[in-house]
Nanobody, 122 residues
């Protein structure tokens, strides 16, 4: 059974940083594409970033480019999202996602975590 458990969310001031983690279990982690989405209240879910099996390739949504970095530790079955220069508009629930195939950033992954709240105060 696939489990994705996010952690690291919280309250941070604008300009600050946070590092999200996603602990994965129940599947062969290094054979899955991994990624992050977010959803703010009243808004549609938004793609943030995705990363290839080995971590060699990473793709970012427009809001994340230049400020967020996605990475993975296949030895520890863990996905990360380092977020810098946070803005109030980054406030959202951030979801970890996994999929054995993930061809485009608009694809819907097969598995999702429960999410972690990130709140950026101005």
């Amino acid at each position: 059974q696939v489990h994705l458990v996010e952690s690291g969310g919280g309250l941070v001031q604008a300009g600050g940083s946070l590092r999200l983690s996603c602990a994965a279990s129940g599947f062969t982690f290094n054979r899955y594409y991994m990624g992050w989405f977010r959803q703010a209240p009243g808004k549609e879910r938004e793609f943030v970033a995705r990363i290839s099996w080995t971590g060699a390739l990473a793709y970012y949504g427009d809001s994340a480019k230049g400020r967020f970095t996605i990475s993975r530790d296949n030895a520890k079955n863990t996905l990360f999202l380092q977020m810098e220069s946070l803005k109030p508009e980054d406030t959202a629930v951030y979801y970890c996602a996994a999929s054995p195939k993930w061809t485009t950033s608009t694809s819907t992954p097969d598995y999702w975590g429960q999410g972690t709240q990130v709140t950026v105060s101005s």
